[in-house]
């Protein structure tokens, strides 16, 4: 009964619409026709029966009292037949072509099971050698189900799609905090100036001047490594850095800078 609660929204209590021939059977195999249902509906239920079903009943006599007692107990559904018409036909009138009203159909009659399988949303439930049982989802009620599944899922589906297009924006600050990491690019700069012109190596130094690209890329790496220890001075050397930098660079190979060419 869930899958029928949540596609079609039926609702506790259940209402049951048993017929002439349930009532009849149910007293038959001496089952409690109402505590049955609430166990194979999973829930609390409202058994009712049509003005011409029980009238079936009171047609057949006192030899089937028993069931009319039984029907007696249940709601009086107005089907508002004036004249009396057979309990499976009026069934059917009440239930119409979409079952509206939500009646759970509780009936013996193989012709108004085979019916109602035609019309969505109808569950069925008969009692087979006295066990009460609720029958599969009819192939009409699982297409309806399966429509108005995908009738539910179109909101939520577009709501995933906007938070799928939130997330990215979200993500962008993150790489920011990573730039912080990588070297000052002003604490570079002062570090340049900084040293004086060191002793120079064994190195030529024709070899540095030709490669000017390089030279600079190294001389910021190494400077990178020495920027805690040294602390800003020496502004005034800025013009000097042309003519300085080569001896820096020198001087930072010889401390050992990473990743030499040779
Ligand atoms: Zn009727």
Redesign the pocket.
Known sequence: MQAYSLAFGFRQPYQALVDSLMCKDAMDHKLDLVKQLGIVLQGTVKPMI????IHELYLQGKVIQPAVDLAKTFERRK???ME??PGDD?IA??VGDKNKHRYIIVTQSQHLRAKLREIPAVPVVHINRSVMILEPMSEASVQAKEKAEQQQMLPSALETAKVAQSKPAEEPPRKKRKGPKGPNPLSVKKKKVKRPPAPLPKRPATEDTDKVGGKRKRVEAGQSEHANASSGSGHDRKRRRNGASTTVVSAVRDKGAPDGED
């Open positions: 049509t003005q011409c079903c089907c508002n037949h009396p018409i009026c009138n009440v």
